[in-house]
């Protein structure tokens, strides 16, 4: 095993690993951005080394920050996490690179799984197939109209270069086709950098389900279940169970070996994830994820396992310690996601900022992996997961009341979180009888009424409360104990966030300044200063929350004043555009 391991995240996914490592006897190295200063990770690990910068980019993305850290701890091997670098093969490389491990798979399976042609590809080759469609690129609208007069619609185009969802279109009959492959092709560009597109039947009422695997470095190759993820939105999973339930037995071994003859076609080592869209009794290859992901838990409650530290073991060298009939799904557990966004009437809208209390719920078969505690701050600029709630249930009803009743102990003021949606999914029918799919969150479950849970907070107390404080020298973080009064913890009072400042004085309905309602990027302007336009026109494209948003005019009358360009990133309430 390894003295000293470098987590190269933040946040939960960097908590459990630290956690593992401590188990194992093992030090730990936690890397932080200036805004991490006082991370959970980072009071928890035994060395911290800063990154300096706030965005992504500028820190947990800055190799050579990242490899000045590996080189000062003394590190032998870096766990990545999910995100950031974890399937990024330049990185993995440059960690190999200096005798380092990388607790990962090799970088050649990275690349492999890393689009989706030769991902596809490498599937077929070992009998695995996708949903019918073709591996080739897209050049012309005639052959999209020749699949679907073959294979009838809708189809699905999608960015060959691409992953999570993001590039795909759903054409639902032939007059359709050429805007769909100018969409598919503009996102695919704006997201991934190119722009070759690629299609398929489109499944309509599909479920995800997921297949854990593992392989060593001694050509073992085993699959731990599967894990039922169609509880999501744009592509945000929502909340995850294990096993997938409804689906025959011999269905779910099915799945099982085709995932791990996925894995062993690539070389797979350490913890993989296959996916899969089930409909009607038959399943279809769709990606593999080469990192640990997000649901992991869901898989450890119903098998035993601890996953993190067998990719310790895996990635040390050790061969698996157990064989295929060894694994045994006993119960049913469910994971759900606590991210600190408003869920009200369905918009989830991101709701960054300081976690004034949280009483997080126990009891038996209740397990809470959380990346912060109450008076960390939920960052604008990194994923908002705080926590996430897993539990077991000697089945899935019992897991499902299980889930609620912690749900109901769970108690966070300051950000608003997903919780009331997680509730509204769990105590819906459709959830119970298993009859939903990837659609279903977007298309069926309604939100409306489902309130804002954003909570004013208390801030008169004037108790004294101990605070560890980060000292940094020579970029490495020292921790110095003090007992400060609690307003100095706190010295902005109030937490939640005053009403957002319009900016310009404008942006009220009819005022003509027309804002974007959230950060993202311009990706498409469609109108000039001068132009004349109609309420309801769509002025610009803006991504955001990984899907394209129109943004328009509620005005009409004159563009005015154009204040973006295709490639602009803009802040919600930015004023783009002003229509006199
Ligand atoms: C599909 C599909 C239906 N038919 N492909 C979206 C994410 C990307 N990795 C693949 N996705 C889908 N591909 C065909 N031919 C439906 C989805 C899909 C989806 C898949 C997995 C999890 C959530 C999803 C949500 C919407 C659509």
């Given at each position: 095993m390894?003295?000293?391991?470098?987590?190269?995240?933040?946040?939960?996914?960097?908590?459990?690993?630290?956690?593992?490592?401590?188990e194992?006897g093992v030090?730990?190295?936690?890397?932080?951005?200036?805004?991490?200063?006082?991370?959970?990770h980072?009071?928890?690990?035994?060395?911290?080394?800063a990154?300096g910068g706030?965005?992504?980019?500028e820190?947990?993305?800055n190799?050579?920050?990242?490899?000045?850290a590996?080189?000062?701890?003394?590190?032998?091997?870096?766990?990545?996490?999910y995100?950031?670098?974890s399937e990024n093969?330049?990185?993995?490389?440059?960690?190999?690179?200096?005798r380092?491990?990388?607790?990962g798979?090799p970088?050649?399976a990275?690349?492999?799984?890393?689009?989706?042609?030769s991902?596809?590809?490498?599937?077929?080759?070992?009998?695995?197939?996708?949903v019918?469609?073709?591996?080739?690129?897209i050049?012309?609208?005639?052959?999209v109209?020749a699949?679907?007069?073959?294979h009838?619609y809708?189809?699905?185009?999608?960015?060959?270069y691409?992953?999570g969802g993001?590039g795909?279109?759903?054409?639902?009959s032939?007059?359709?086709?050429?805007?769909?492959i100018e969409s598919?092709q503009?996102e695919?560009?704006?997201y991934f950098?190119?722009?070759?597109?690629?299609?398929e039947?489109?499944?309509?009422?599909?479920?995800?389900?997921?297949?854990q695997?593992?392989?060593?470095?001694?050509?073992?190759?085993?699959?731990l279940?599967?894990?039922?993820?169609?509880a999501?939105?744009r592509?945000q999973?929502?909340?995850?169970?294990?096993?997938?339930?409804g689906?025959?037995?011999e269905t779910?071994?099915?799945?099982?070996?085709?995932?791990?003859?996925?894995?062993?076609?690539?070389?797979y080592?350490?913890?993989g994830?296959?996916e899969f869209?089930?409909?009607?009794?038959?399943?279809?290859?769709?990606?593999?994820?080469?990192?640990?992901?997000?649901?992991?838990?869901a898989?450890?409650l119903v098998?035993?396992l601890?996953?993190?530290?067998l990719q310790?073991?895996?990635a040390?060298g050790?061969?698996?310690p157990?064989?295929?009939?060894?694994?045994?799904?006993?119960?049913?557990?469910?994971?759900?996601?606590?991210?600190?966004?408003?869920?009200a009437e369905?918009?989830?809208?991101?709701?960054?900022?300081r976690?004034?209390?949280?009483?997080?719920?126990?009891?038996y078969?209740?397990?809470?992996?959380a990346?912060?505690?109450?008076?960390?701050e939920?960052?604008?600029f990194y994923?908002?997961l705080?926590?996430?709630?897993v539990?077991w249930?000697?089945d899935?009803?019992?897991?499902?009341?299980?889930?609620v009743?912690?749900?109901?102990?769970?108690?966070?003021?300051?950000?608003a979180?997903?919780?009331?949606?997680?509730?509204?999914?769990?105590?819906?029918?459709?959830?119970?009888?298993?009859?939903?799919?990837t659609?279903w969150v977007?298309d069926?479950?309604?939100?409306?009424?489902?309130?804002?849970?954003?909570t004013p907070t208390?801030d008169?107390?004037e108790a004294?409360?101990?605070?560890?404080i980060?000292?940094e020298?020579?970029g490495?973080?020292?921790?110095?104990s003090?007992?400060?009064?609690?307003?100095?913890?706190?010295?902005?009072?109030?937490t939640?966030r005053?009403?957002?400042?319009?900016s310009?004085g404008g942006?009220?309905?009819g005022?003509?300044?027309?804002?974007?309602?959230?950060?993202g990027?311009?990706?498409?302007?469609?109108?000039?200063?001068g132009?004349?336009v109609e309420?309801?026109q769509?002025?610009?494209?803006?991504?955001?929350?990984?899907?394209?948003?129109n943004?328009?005019?509620?005005?009409?009358?004159?563009?005015?004043?154009?204040?973006?360009?295709?490639?602009d990133?803009?802040?919600?309430?930015?004023?783009?555009a002003?229509?006199?």
């Amino acid at each position: 095993m390894f003295s000293k391991v470098l987590i190269a995240n933040r946040g939960e996914i960097a908590v459990r690993v630290i956690r593992a490592c401590q188990e194992l006897g093992v030090q730990t190295v936690a890397v932080y951005s200036d805004l991490d200063r006082e991370a959970m990770h980072v009071r928890l690990a035994d060395e911290a080394y800063a990154l300096g910068g706030q965005t992504a980019a500028e820190s947990y993305l800055n190799t050579d920050a990242l490899l000045d850290a590996i080189d000062k701890s003394g590190a032998e091997a870096v766990h990545p996490g999910y995100g950031f670098f974890s399937e990024n093969a330049d990185f993995a490389r440059a960690i190999t690179d200096r005798r380092v491990t990388f607790i990962g798979p090799p970088p050649a399976a990275i690349e492999v799984m890393g689009d989706k042609i030769s991902a596809r590809k490498a599937a077929e080759e070992v009998g695995v197939s996708g949903v019918p469609g073709t591996t080739d690129f897209i050049t012309d609208p005639e052959q999209v109209r020749a699949f679907g007069a073959e294979h009838g619609y809708p189809v699905a185009i999608k960015a060959a270069y691409g992953g999570g969802g993001r590039g795909m279109k759903v054409v639902d009959s032939e007059a359709e086709i050429e805007s769909a492959i100018e969409s598919a092709q503009r996102e695919a560009t704006a997201y991934f950098g190119r722009d070759e597109i690629y299609m398929e039947r489109y499944l309509t009422k599909p479920r995800h389900i997921e297949v854990q695997v593992f392989s060593d470095t001694h050509g073992n190759h085993l699959y731990l279940g599967t894990r039922d993820c169609s509880a999501q939105r744009r592509h945000q999973k929502l909340i995850e169970e294990a096993p997938a339930p409804g689906i025959p037995a011999e269905t779910l071994t099915a799945m099982g070996e085709a995932a791990v003859a996925v894995a062993r076609g690539c070389g797979y080592v350490n913890a993989g994830t296959v996916e899969f869209l089930y409909e009607d009794g038959d399943f279809y290859y769709l990606e593999m994820n080469t990192r640990l992901q997000v649901e992991h838990p869901a898989t450890e409650l119903v098998t035993g396992l601890d996953l993190v530290a067998l990719q310790l073991a895996v990635a040390a060298g050790d061969p698996l310690p157990f064989t295929q009939d060894d694994v045994t799904i006993t119960g049913h557990a469910i994971e759900v996601r606590i991210n600190a966004e408003d869920p009200a009437e369905g918009a989830f809208l991101p709701s960054p900022g300081r976690i004034a209390s949280m009483i997080t719920p126990d009891g038996y078969g209740v397990r809470f992996d959380a990346g912060y505690a109450e008076g960390d701050e939920v960052s604008q600029f990194y994923d908002n997961l705080i926590g996430k709630l897993v539990v077991w249930g000697a089945d899935r009803d019992i897991a499902i009341r299980r889930a609620v009743r912690a749900l109901r102990e769970l108690e966070i003021t300051g950000p608003a979180t997903t919780i009331p949606a997680d509730l509204a999914i769990l105590e819906h029918p459709d959830f119970a009888a298993i009859d939903h799919s990837t659609k279903w969150v977007e298309d069926v479950l309604d939100l409306t009424g489902v309130g804002s849970s954003a909570t004013p907070t208390d801030d008169t107390a004037e108790a004294t409360v101990r605070r560890d404080i980060a000292v940094e020298v020579n970029g490495k973080q020292f921790s110095v104990s003090m007992w400060v009064p609690d307003q100095a913890s706190n010295p902005n009072g109030r937490t939640k966030r005053a009403p957002r400042k319009k900016s310009g004085g404008g942006g009220a309905a009819g005022s003509g300044q027309i804002e974007v309602p959230m950060q993202g990027t311009i990706i498409k302007v469609e109108v000039s200063e001068g132009d004349t336009v109609e309420a309801g026109q769509v002025l610009c494209v803006l991504e955001a929350m990984k899907m394209e948003n129109n943004i328009t005019t509620d005005v009409a009358g004159t563009v005015k004043e154009l204040k973006v360009v295709a490639g602009d990133s803009v802040g919600g309430g930015d004023v783009v555009a002003v229509i006199g």
